[in-house]
């Protein structure tokens, strides 16, 4: 006789980012800023999934994502979905999109691109090429980008670069 038991305690309000994929919810963390958060946290890495086989998960009490995350979060999990919760139940439940064009969230390596220059403050902007696996190309210089290659800006411009292998 098998028991199934809930591994990971339920929240009573904050947000559940779930089906994350295996071994990206430390990294979502940082990259988000969420784990300068405070409040009680609980992280699942390699939990048991029936859909993908392994996923993580983290719950965050008292916390809700802003777009900005939400669009970090796609870019490297894009299987991810967002659940809102209040009074331990959902009350609202996302997936996460990776928009077309991203803007201002990833850096272009290309010394020469327009958007590295210190004369003309350009944003980045870079056109998804592919979702999975993500292959995007800047739009000023059209190089190309796998999602190890790609450096993440932070809030405070520091340059965050994805160090894991993809491994499905």
Do not use: W
Not at 39 to 64: A, C, H, P, R, W
């Amino acid at each position: 006789m098998s028991e199934e038991k809930l591994k990971i305690d339920k929240i009573k309000k904050g947000t559940v980012i779930d089906h994350i994929d295996a071994g990206y919810a430390l990294t979502i963390l940082n990259l988000t800023g969420l784990d300068e958060s405070p409040n009680l946290m609980t992280i699942g890495v390699n939990v048991s999934s029936k859909k993908y086989n392994k996923k993580d998960i983290i719950k965050i009490e008292g916390v809700f994502l802003n777009e900005i995350q939400m669009q970090q979060i796609s870019i490297l999990s894009p299987n991810a979905t967002i659940s809102l919760i209040d009074n331990y139940k959902v009350i609202e439940k996302k997936k996460v999109k990776i928009p077309q064009i991203i803007e201002r969230l990833i850096l272009c390596q290309n010394k020469t691109c327009i958007s590295n220059s210190e004369k003309e403050p350009i944003d980045t902007e870079f056109l998804v090429l592919e979702e999975k696996p993500l292959k995007i190309q800047c739009i000023y210089c059209n190089r190309n980008y796998k999602l190890e290659e790609i450096i993440f800006t932070s809030k405070e411009k520091i340059e965050k670069k994805v160090k894991q292998a993809i491994s499905l």
